[in-house]
């Protein structure tokens, strides 16, 4: 399994598990591979709930045209002024690695800011604990956390039954891909 965990050597996400360490907030500036744009009605009360609630921090503002924030790096997104937003949160959504101790705290933040905003943890089938969090600007946002490879779970024997083994597991040569 060392090979699965390697690659998280490349990678601003940590390594699965119970004890992992949310690496530490990220204010450099680099070219952004990809980033989120989010209307807003109201600025101040966005910003508020993205960085209370969801943990982020303000990176660089123009006031009243944009606030980039940034949790992790590569977790960059650009809150901007709209006159109105959708009504309901769209059925696409915008997903961020966390660890998992950080999901009970994104759900007490976001339910201490925004009452109701929250729904999860729930474990999915791929291993991972999510939960859901709908904006003030109806964005719905998924917070992901890797759980540890355990061989012998529900979730690894389902994905083994569809041909799915984790990296390092198996023959060890990723199955002849880059």
Known sequence: MSDYYDAFEMSPVPAPGPDA????LFRGIYGMPAFATVPTSDLAASVDFWTRGLGFFELFGIPGR??????????????????????????MSLSFACVLGEV??????????RPGSVDGPRDT???????????????????TAAKPYDPASQEARD???????????GRGDNGGHA
Do not use: K, M
């Open 66 to 91: 944009v606030v980039h924030l940034r949790r992790w790096a590569f977790q960059d997104v650009l809150l901007v002024p709209a006159e109105s937003v959708a009504e309901e949160a769209p059925a």
């Open 159 to 169: 994905l083994e039954a569809v041909g799915i083994t984790p990296p390092g597991v």
């Open 104 to 113: 009970d705290f994104i759900v007490e933040a976001c339910q201490a800011v």
């Open 125 to 143: 089938p791929w291993s991972t604990r999510d939960i859901t969090v709908i904006t003030p600007e109806n964005a719905r946002v998924v917070f």
């Open 21 to 24: 360490v949310a690496p530490e």
